[in-house]
């Protein structure tokens, strides 16, 4: 038999039962690729020299009952074709590394798909290394919140999150949504041990998402802070109004009239305020702070009512942040903002975790 095609017999048999083996043992087909890519052209390298590759070809020509023409020199085709091998190797792990995966949260209407061209061209994306993971509940929570479907989005929210950081652990994780803020805050409990590393913004005036800047360009309103004048702090209710892009009105908060309220706010709120994670952590860091101190302050405290104008970056980083530091900060229930009922906040969602209750994602009816 012919020396070379027993050698070509020898490489497809060796590519083969590397890609089989590496699938068995890595369940991620795109990665496993690269390896056997990697792993096939250490292989052609190695069988290269005639002592190795001549021993795997006499044993292939004795298996196939044949005789064979062994090699006296080094093979250089396989030592090129290897080395090729191993490059491309690399750079497909490079370019699989290099995916984003973008949770994408959709609660209202208006809401689009990262994946769409336009918004691929908006935010100078690759298409092949996007992969994107909708968390859809718009018809739900259109039929109207009770108990029955508070319980299907929360369901929802909890496996479809829990499956991205599953997915996303090895790549780049993304964010973006238009969601009510009490399911965005909920949905960041679950995404507590995933790094989002980017988030998408939408802008509405233009029509296009953006994404945050790593950096802050230029000086960004301050986020303050206000407490009572005259504190009770006896009390164990406590409400924190939070406005980055409305201001939470006094005669919006009727229905805790006579609570303590702890203002969070920027001096001129609008939409799309947060332009950088520079700012997101800032803001976000100053936010757990404030519900930390409450529980110090105010002893007493059971409950944190939660009124928030925020974006959906702030929402999912409050989520993450409260996820972290559960044992530092009481019960928070964070409320739902409807403008022609009466009151303006018809419902809220546990997002905090006590093991002892199991409340987390429980309907609480104003």
Do not use: W
């Not at 949770?103 to 092949?128: H, V």
């Not at 007493?300 to 409050?318: D, F, G, R």
């Not at 419902?347 to 409340?359: C, K, P």
């Amino acid at each position: 038999m012919n020396y070379n095609i027993v050698v070509v017999t020898a490489i497809i048999i060796v590519v083969l039962i590397t890609e089989f083996l590496i699938n068995i043992i890595n369940s991620k087909s795109e990665s496993s690729t690269s390896g056997a890519m990697i792993a096939t052209g250490i292989t052609l390298i190695v069988t290269a020299f005639p002592s190795i590759i001549d021993s795997l070809v006499n044993l292939l020509g004795f298996a196939l009952g044949t005789d064979v023409i062994t090699s006296n020199g080094v093979n250089g085709v396989s030592i090129v074709c290897g080395g090729l091998l191993i490059v491309f190797g690399f750079i497909y792990e490079k370019n699989i590394r290099d995916r984003i995966f973008v949770l994408n949260m959709f609660g209202i209407y208006s809401q689009f798909e990262i994946s769409e061209k336009k918004n691929i061209t908006d935010l100078k994306l690759s298409d092949f290394k996007l992969k994107e993971i909708t968390v859809d509940f718009v018809d739900i929570f259109k039929s109207g919140i009770t108990e029955s479907t508070n319980e299907i989005i929360t369901k929802k929210i909890e496996k479809e999150c829990l499956k991205f950081v599953e997915r996303s652990r090895d790549f780049k994780s993304c964010y973006t949504g238009m969601a009510p803020i009490p399911y965005t805050i909920l949905a960041g409990t679950y995404l507590a041990n995933s790094k989002v590393e980017r988030y998408f913004e939408y802008r509405r005036s233009e029509n296009k998402y953006y994404e945050l800047a790593k950096k802050a360009k230029r000086h960004y309103p301050e986020l303050k802070k206000e407490y009572p004048e005259n504190e009770r702090l006896e009390s164990e209710n406590i409400v924190v109004s939070i406005s980055i892009t409305r201001t939470v009105q006094e005669h919006d908060m009727n229905q805790f009239r006579d609570t303590d309220v702890i203002k969070l706010y920027v001096d001129n709120p609008e939409d799309n305020l947060i332009k950088s994670r520079e700012q997101l952590n800032d803001y976000k860091i100053k936010i757990i702070d404030c519900l930390e101190e409450i529980k110090v302050k105010y002893c007493k405290v059971k409950k944190i009512h939660l009124l928030a104008s925020i974006p959906s970056c702030i929402s999912l980083e409050i989520g993450k942040m409260i996820a972290l530091n559960g044992n530092r900060i009481p019960q928070i229930i964070s409320y739902h903002y409807v403008n022609s009922e009466t009151p303006k906040y018809p419902f809220g969602i546990i997002v905090t975790e006590n093991f002892s209750d199991n409340e987390k994602g429980k309907l609480v009816r104003s």
